[in-house]
């Protein structure tokens, strides 16, 4: 677990937002985790649905951004649990995947995911969904 902020002073007077990745490829991870910490968020930071779940728990992140293919629990059964859990249910998941098909979008809507979006993504394309969850006041 790693836990990453690009805060400023201005900042602490308005605390940055926490952004939970749960991503098991390196790679990835620290591309979303850059793209993010750049725009102002803090990110913390998990390999696996198991790992993601108590994350949620323990930290209340403002919104989680989930990859589906991933060891020990997948990112549908992740979400699930999250959705199901009253103290996490109220956090937004975005399911972040390879994999683009109408199947696998409408399992993700049916294990409760808030939203998706396809790797690969521009910083823009990221913004613009993190943003539809986490408005910029």
Known sequence: MQ?????????KEHPAKVI????DN???????????QISGYTTIEATDGKQGV???KTRS?????????????????????????KATSEIPVVMLTAVDHELNRKLAEKMGADGYITKPFTR?????VVSQF???S
């Open 3 to 11: 836990v990453h902020s690009s805060q400023n002073h201005s900042e």
């Open 20 to 23: 939970l990745i749960v991503e």
């Open 26 to 36: 390196p790679d990835s991870l620290r591309l979303a985790q850059r793209m993010l």
């Open 54 to 56: 108590e994350l949620a």
């Open 61 to 85: 992140p403002d919104l989680i951004l989930m990859d589906i293919m991933m060891p020990e629990m997948d990112g549908y059964a992740a979400c699930h649990a999250i959705k199901t859990d």
């Open 124 to 128: 823009e394309e990221l913004l613009d």
């Open 134 to 136: 986490l408005p910029t």
